[in-house]
C-alpha cells in the first residue's frame, strides 16, 4: 500500500513539475518579449544620438538584449517540446539554452550598469567637443542631424549654454552667414534666425543639452539593466524546475 502511495505520490511531484515549467514558459515568452521590446525601443528612442556618444556600450547593451530577446523566443518552444516529450536530452539541451540567454541578459545588464556610472563623465568630456567641431561639417551630417535634433527636442542650446557654439567650428564660418548660434537652437526656426541669441529668440536652459541627454539616456540605461538583470533572475527559476524534472524521469524513465 505504502508503495502504490509513494508512486502516486512521485507522480504527482512529476505532473506538478511540468505544470510549472509550462508556467514558467509563459512567463518567459513574456519576459522574452519584454527584453525584444526594450533593446528595440531603446534603439529606436535614441538612434539619433549615438553620433554623440564616444563609445558604442550604450548600443551594445541594447543589441545584446535584442539578441537575447530573439533566443528566448525559440527556447520557448523548445522548453514545451522538452516538457511535453519528458526526453532528458531534450530537457539537457534545454537548460543549456537558459543558461546562454541568462548570461547573455546578465552581461547586458552588467555593461547598462557600469556604463551609467560613468556616462555623465563622458558626455561632459565629448559631447562639447563633438558639437563644436562636427556639427554642420563635411561627411559629419550624422551628428548635424543629431545635434538639431536633440537641441529641438530637449529645447536646449549648446552643450553646456548657448555661448559654447562662439568658440564652434560653424559659427566661426562664412556658412553661418552672421548667425552666433545654429537655427535649431531658435523655440520658432525660421531661415537665420539664430542670428539673435537673445532669451526670447533661443532656449536658455540651464546645464544646456548635456543634462537633458545624461537624464534621457540614464533612464534607457536603468531600463535596460533592471530588464536584463530581472529576467535573468526569473530564468534561474526555469532551471531549477528543469532540473527537478530531468532528476525526476532519470529516477524513473518509463
Not at 533661443?202 to 545624461?214: A, F, P, Q, R
Request: net charge negative; with cysteine; charged share 15%.
Amino acid at each position: 500500500m505504502s508503495a502504490v502511495y509513494k508512486d502516486d505520490q512521485d507522480d504527482w511531484l512529476t505532473v506538478c513539475l511540468k505544470y510549472l515549467l509550462f508556467v514558467f514558459n509563459f512567463l518567459f515568452w513574456v519576459g522574452g518579449a519584454a527584453v525584444l521590446g526594450v533593446g528595440v525601443w531603446t534603439l529606436v528612442e535614441k538612434s539619433d544620438y549615438l553620433s554623440l556618444l564616444a563609445s558604442s556600450t550604450f548600443a551594445v547593451s541594447a543589441y545584446i538584449l535584442i539578441l537575447a530577446g530573439g533566443l528566448v523566443v525559440v527556447t520557448g518552444f523548445l522548453g514545451c517540446c522538452a516538457v511535453i516529450r519528458e526526453q532528458r536530452s531534450c530537457l539537457s539541451l534545454y537548460f543549456f539554452c537558459l543558461l546562454l540567454i541568462f548570461l547573455i541578459e546578465l552581461v547586458a545588464g552588467v555593461l547598462a550598469y557600469v556604463y551609467y556610472q560613468r556616462l555623465s563623465e563622458e558626455l561632459k568630456q565629448h559631447l562639447n567637443q563633438t558639437m563644436t567641431e562636427n556639427y554642420a561639417q563635411p561627411g559629419k551630417e550624422a551628428i548635424t542631424l543629431a545635434v538639431d535634433k536633440l537641441q529641438q527636442d530637449f529645447k536646449c542650446c549648446g552643450s553646456n549654454n548657448s555661448h559654447d557654439w562662439t568658440v564652434s567650428v560653424y559659427i566661426s564660418s562664412n556658412q553661418a552667414e552672421g548667425r552666433v548660434v545654429p537655427d535649431s537652437c531658435c523655440k520658432t526656426i525660421t531661415p537665420r534666425c539664430g542670428k539673435r541669441d537673445h532669451p526670447s529668440n533661443i532656449y536658455k536652459v540651464e546645464g544646456g543639452c548635456i543634462t537633458k541627454l545624461e537624464q534621457f539616456l540614464a533612464d534607457h540605461l536603468l531600463v535596460i539593466g533592471a530588464v536584463g538583470i530581472g529576467v535573468a533572475c526569473l530564468q534561474i527559476c526555469g532551471m531549477v524546475f528543469t532540473c527537478c524534472l530531468y532528476r525526476r524521469i532519470e529516477m524513473d524513465p518509463y
